[in-house]
């Protein structure tokens, strides 16, 4: 067996190989241009950073992402033209602007999804859930019109009686008295079924005195027959005829 071998001298140019390979070591330059990180590329430097008050700024919200929440019935209904009034700014009040008269405008179903709208938090359409369902109720031959409504509008109250916002509960009980004053006796077939949620609020020293007003008035446009139920569901109701 031959052995070849290689005979290896160091030079000043570098390592010098019998063979006349040479080998030259790197220079400074080419060091650091393997060292240097890889470019990035124009789309990531010209990102801008987020910021925590972007989560905040309605313009850099997502309205396709998946944490935004999808409309509520009645804003969506409000939003396509469904509800026949606008919210009119003024300098000292608010008002309503209908754009037919309002007697004129079909009870069914534009009363039951005002009272669906009670529940809404968010502005305009709590006030013209409020308003709109107030001044339906005022016009002529509205009596005629909303009892027969009685069974699909209760459980609507009944619901906004449930809530735990403690306005949409002032508005669900403003529109119970509203609708009382309205169909008289007639809410006494349904009204056992909005007492219950009524009786746990009294235990709220901020709604008591509202509820009992409330009660009153209740009594008042129902007549006799609304005392004993009311004392079936809150036993220590005070009736204002005793």
Request: aromatic letters at 4%.
């Amino acid at each position: 067996m031959v052995c070849a071998s290689v005979r290896v001298s160091l030079g000043s140019n570098g390592l010098r190989m019998s063979s006349g390979i040479q080998i030259k070591p790197k220079t400074a330059v080419q060091k650091n241009k393997a060292s240097s990180p890889l470019p990035r590329s124009p789309e990531s430097a010209i990102k801008p950073q987020s910021k925590p008050s972007d989560k905040l700024n309605p313009k850099t919200i997502d309205p396709f992402g998946v944490h935004s929440r999808p409309p509520s019935a009645f804003a969506a209904i409000y939003a396509k033209g469904g509800i026949p009034c606008r919210l009119v700014h003024g300098s000292v009040k608010h008002r309503l602007q209908w754009e037919c008269r309002p007697e004129t405008v079909p009870f069914d179903p534009l009363l039951v999804t005002l009272a669906e709208g009670l529940r809404e938090t968010k502005h305009p359409y709590t006030f013209v859930s409020k308003e709109g369902f107030k001044e339906l109720l005022l016009v002529e031959g509205a009596t005629e019109k909303a009892i027969p409504l009685l069974p699909r509008l209760v459980p609507v109250l009944k619901a906004t009686l449930a809530h735990s916002d403690d306005e949409v509960f002032g508005r669900g009980l403003d529109a119970l008295v509203q609708l009382s004053a309205v169909v008289g006796p007639s809410l006494n077939d349904h009204l056992k079924h909005l007492l219950t949620n009524l009786s746990r609020r009294l235990m709220d020293k901020k709604c008591r005195e509202k509820i009992n007003v409330a009660l009153q008035k209740l009594e008042q446009y129902g007549g006799k027959a609304t005392v004993a139920i009311i004392k079936s569901k809150i036993p220590t109701y005070c009736s204002v005829s005793s």
